[in-house]
């Protein structure tokens, strides 16, 4: 084969291992946005429901059954994100998803580096017998005039 041939694989899987970093840096965005974003909201919520439970305690006070009512709608805040367990299995398809393309940026980088060595051999071989058929043809050359 020639060098240029193998230039040629050398780039495709380069451009193969970037295109899989590229993915991969924006599926991990999407988990970590995914989980953190629900995570903030949950935050917020579970605080508004504290602050209305202390005003409503403040309103009323010395009610047994409103002040239990109270208590009720205060211990049912959000759980956190790792309580879904649809938001966990989309996790889990997403960290898959970014170990799989893992392996595939690795493999690609493993065969770049792999056809980049063969190019240059192929390129060195190809310089060599440049060389040598430079050197037969001005033998020949000052042939004729001996």
Not at 16 to 40: C, F, H, M, P, S
Not at 73 to 102: F, K, P, V
Not at 128 to 146: C, H, I, P, R
Request: aromatic share 8%.
């Amino acid at each position: 084969m020639s060098s240029s041939y193998y230039l040629k694989l050398y780039k495709e899987e380069k451009d193969k291992a970037k295109k899989y970093e590229k993915w991969i840096k924006q599926l991990q965005t999407i988990r970590q946005n995914a989980a953190g974003g629900l995570d903030d909201e949950i935050r917020n919520v579970n605080r508004e429901i504290t602050e209305l439970c202390n005003d409503l305690k403040n309103a009323v006070k010395h009610d047994q059954v409103f002040a239990s009512e109270v208590y009720e709608i205060g211990s049912n805040t959000e759980a956190g994100s790792g309580s879904d367990r649809y938001l966990r299995g989309t996790q889990s398809e997403l960290d898959e998803e970014i170990r799989d393309l893992a392996r595939k940026k690795d493999d690609a980088e493993r065969n770049s580096s792999e056809y980049y060595n063969r190019y240059e051999q192929e390129k060195r071989r190809e310089e060599e017998e440049a060389k040598q058929k430079m050197k037969e043809a001005l033998n020949k050359f000052t042939g004729l005039f001996n």
